[in-house]
């Protein structure tokens, strides 16, 4: 068997816009240095080719597939390709095993077992990222990520990220206070905390977000928070110490709705009036933090009058992002009635690109801003992924 020094693997991402695929391609890409394999940017030269996807829509779907079978095509002959991802997990079956090897998000430990390493993945952190994974117009490249937990509690009816990550399992208090402390020694004073929902942490524990977010509170540190479910947001802001909210930079709250039926149907129990009230009184508590959220247009039986509602929550968020509605495998919602048609979402799509406040890329105009959750150099570029995404799905 040839040792690691002989052996060299290449390493893409299909998708630079998730906080979490960019965490996960970073830690892979660090077991692989620290266990003293040659990292390459050419597949061609590689002994090993790695696929970190995402499965989180249709259009992420395709992407991660046709670049996948690219590989295997080129390469699959006489290289080990491995995929990973939570495409893995959501859509499984689009992987021939003997063809290529899938690693879910949550058996990493796989490359343990496959590589033999001298330094485990598990005790290998991506929290540094590597800009390689990561869109620079959307990372905080200046910050340190601690994935505080996977996964959630949350049973919303179109996610199909619940399938690929599970039930929550979080780090202990004490395992991330460590991970602080290591990273303020390496010069990091702003970090983000990183999850599936940040606001189920805690719970497998016996504890919550509220307990972390005051423990590392006295760490000279700004605190930036991805994701967290708005109701668990309102609970747990109301048990923060000050000195935990002054320090608290940015938070990703994602109401995906302000319409309460649709809210209903997604199976998220909240009242998007009241998050929006308490998102207007922090804003106007803590001026200098940064607030974000979600929505998702186009969900099964969306009026017009609801989707159009939704622009209002532009008033209260610093930022807020849209992402088209598109079925998923074996979820909920993909048996709902009352379907968006292709022409009604390019209508409402266009709706959202001549708001006043929209913008292409989130550094090219000041907050607040209204955004398309994909990677898009002009506004066609919206159109032909909500075509393709319905191709695919016939």
Known sequence: MQTAEQKSVYLCTTFDLCDNNGYTSTQIHNFFEQNGYRLTNEPRTADYIIISTCGFDQERERQSRAIVDEHVERYGADKKIIVCGCLTKINPGLFDPSKV????????????????????????????LNERFINRGYGFLDAYYLQICQGCINKCSYCAIKKAKGYIASKTLKQVIVEVELALEAGFRRFMLLGDDCGSYGIDLGCDLADLLNAISGYDIGININYIYPGRFQNIFEKLSQ????????????????????????NRHYDPDEVLKTVEGLKAALPHAFFETHIIYG??????????????????FDSVIYFYYTDRNNVPSSEFKNKIDVAELIERTAS???????????????????LLGYDL??????????????SAES
């Open 243 to 266: 000195n935990a909210l002054e320090r608290l930079e940015f938070a990703n709250i994602p109401i995906q709705s302000t319409s309460g039926r649709v809210l209903d149907l997604m």
């Open 352 to 370: 959202i690109i001549n708001h006043s406040k929209f913008c292409i890329q989130r550094d090219q105009a000041r907050p607040p801003v209204i």
């Open 299 to 316: 969900f099964p039986s969306e009026k017009r009058e609801e989707f159009e509602d939704s622009f209002r929550a532009v008033d209260y």
């Open 377 to 390: 150099k002009k506004p066609d570029d919206i159109y032909k992924s909500i075509l393709n995404s319905f």
């Open 101 to 128: 090897t899938a690693i879910g998000p949550r058996e990493l430990g796989r490359f343990n077992s496959l590589f033999n390493p001298a330094v485990a993945i598990e005790n290998i952190s991506g929290g540094e």
